[in-house]
């Protein structure tokens, strides 16, 4: 489907609730699958991608009902699947689900193969199965991509040390380890997302800090328990970049989850002159968050930090966006990261941007955006959710209107975009 965006032509105001954290949500439908009695979740993302690792833990044996905004899942036994597990488009689904059934005792001798679709089938996998299988794991795939076929196994703890620094390995890894013999710690070469090890604890686990890396014995069992899902720090992003471009008045966004290993978005826009007013509040269990407001701002292209690279990872397609039209030139290295994202982000990005008139060099771990106007035009998302949200907002201070192809991708993180940007005053319009 296309999605035609129009240059704004009066200011972007109102109070904004992002929806809820797509990272947290995907983890809380798995430890509530793994634990024992009844985990409630309020605030959970209604989105393709977390749907898919729900109805798989729903084919795991798990109940799960919902009522009142509240998702109830009754967890602690499974049960084999009766056909495939698909996750969709969802890469976090399928890695830390992974690593969560490589030695489940309940589906010991079991056969269960974890699909896809197109995106997820060509994004690595071997990230994951090298540390699992040194625990025991017995894992297939297709050259280390999937469809991946499990036989869960008797597992031993390791000491593993990340070559590169993932959330999404770090969280499979651990996970594997509540089933594993001693313990299991995992060492990273720099930050990434500590989610799972904000949650682990809630559930009863109990972690270890195994300095410099975190760590979990096995054979622990997990405790069901109330949860609520703080907004979504990446998709709040898309807000905060549309307020940075069109809101003279200013656009408050409520409800924001604040983690320190997710702000590198916020620290890149500061850097850049963004605009920002940070009111932080009470914590959602361990997740800290607040209010954000921002306005318009007269934004200015830096060379970004490359500790700041994967504390914003998942935000860079919006910050290629504002560099586009900042003063100055935007240089970002360290990112290659983003070519093995739902789409190989580095390469579309840059060529989208060109489609729309900016100048830049494309690198191999990066770019050199040199800011200034921005044509109108048709663009290709090429099925990527963030990219077409980026091109979105862009479009707000295109000189014509934008029209973007495949942005019915947008649904899988965040199916209320269009309608959530539309209430500050965007016009936005489905042409088919």
Known sequence: MRLRVAPATASLCGRYLPPGDKSISHRLAILGGLADGETQISGFLDAADTRATLAAMAALGVAISEANGVITLVGGRLRPPAGPLDLGNSGTGMRLLCGALAGHPDLRGAHIVLVGDESLSCRPMA????????????????????????????????????????????????????YAEAETIVIEPGPSRDHSERLLPAFGVEIIDGAPGIGLRGCQTLHGGRFHVPGDLSSAAFILAAGLLASEQGIVLDNVGLNPTRDGVLRILSAMGADLELSPTEAIGAEPVGSIRVRKSDLVGIDIPGEWVPLAIDEFPIIMALAAVAKGTTRIRGASELRVKESDRLAVMCAQLKRLGVELEEMPDGAIIHGGRVSGGRVDSAGDHRI???????ALVAEDSVEIEQAEWIRTSYPGFVADLSALGASLQWLD
Do not use: F, N, T, W
């Open 127 to 178: 990230r994951i199965i090298g540390p699992l299988a040194e625990m025991g794991a017995r894992i297939d795939s297709r050259s280390g991509l999937a469809p991946l076929v499990l036989e869960p196994a008797s597992l031993k703890g390791i000491r593993y040390v990340m070559p590169v620094a993932s959330a999404q390995v770090k969280s499979a890894v651990l996970l594997a380890g509540l």
């Open 388 to 394: 077409a949200m980026s091109l979105a907002v862009l």
